[in-house]
C-alpha cells in the first residue's frame, strides 16, 4: 500500500511539473514580470519605455493563448496564472492612469474593483476544487481593447498630447466591454457554485 501510494504521490508531482513547464505559463509570467518595468517606467515619465513593455506584454498574451492552442499546451495552471496576469496587469496600468489622468478615477476604479471581485472569484473555484472556465471571446476583446486604450493614453502623454474628452471615451468603452464581461462571467462563476453544491 505504501508503494502505491509513493507512486500516487510521485504521479501527481510530475504531472504538476509538466503543467506548470510549458511555453505559454513561461510567459504569462514573463508578464507578471514585466508589471514593475512598466510601473517604474511609467513613474519616472519614460513614456517611450513604458509604452513599449505594455505593448510587448499585451503582444505576448496574445502569444501564449495562440501557443497553447496550437500546440496542445493548454493546462489547468495555464486557466489561472493566464488571466491573473490579465487582472494584475489592468490593476498596476489603472493605478499609473490615475496618475497621469486624475479625471479618469472613476472609470478607473470601477474597473479595478471589477477585476479584484474577479480574481476573489477564482480564488473561490479554486478552493472549491474546481476549474477555473476558459477566458472567453468577451473577455479577450476587453483585455486588446484595455491594452489599446492603456497604448494610446500614454503615447499622447509621450508627444505631451492632452486630449481628455478621447480619454474619457476610450475609457468608458472599455469599461463598458469590462462590465459586460464581468455580467457574463458572474454568470458562469454562480452556475459553477451552484454546481459544486449539488455534487
Do not use: Q
Amino acid at each position: 500500500m505504501s508503494n502505491e501510494n509513493n507512486s500516487n504521490t510521485i504521479d501527481k508531482k510530475e504531472l504538476i511539473t509538466k503543467d506548470l513547464m510549458t511555453v505559454p505559463n513561461a510567459i504569462s509570467f514573463f508578464r507578471v514580470i514585466l508589471i514593475t518595468p512598466f510601473v517604474a517606467f511609467f513613474v519616472s515619465k519614460m513614456y517611450v519605455a513604458a509604452t513599449i513593455t505594455i505593448a510587448i506584454s499585451g503582444l505576448s498574451d496574445c502569444f501564449d493563448g495562440l501557443i497553447a492552442r496550437k500546440y496542445h499546451m493548454e493546462s489547468e495552471f495555464g486557466k489561472i496564472i493566464d488571466p491573473l496576469a490579465d487582472k494584475l496587469t489592468l490593476l498596476a496600468a489603472g493605478f499609473c492612469i490615475i496618475l497621469l489622468e486624475p479625471i479618469a478615477l472613476p472609470l478607473m476604479a470601477t474597473m479595478v474593483v471589477k477585476d479584484i471581485l474577479m480574481i476573489i472569484g477564482g480564488v473561490l473555484v479554486v478552493k472549491h476544487g474546481m476549474i477555473p472556465p476558459k477566458s472567453a471571446w468577451y473577455g479577450k476583446v476587453g483585455t486588446i481593447l484595455f491594452y489599446i486604450t492603456i497604448g494610446v493614453i500614454v503615447l499622447m502623454a509621450v508627444f505631451g498630447y492632452v486630449n481628455r474628452p478621447l480619454t474619457i471615451v476610450l475609457l468608458s468603452v472599455t469599461l463598458a466591454i469590462e462590465l459586460f464581461s464581468f455580467i457574463n462571467y458572474a454568470r458562469v462563476f454562480v452556475k459553477l457554485m451552484k454546481g459544486n453544491k449539488t455534487t
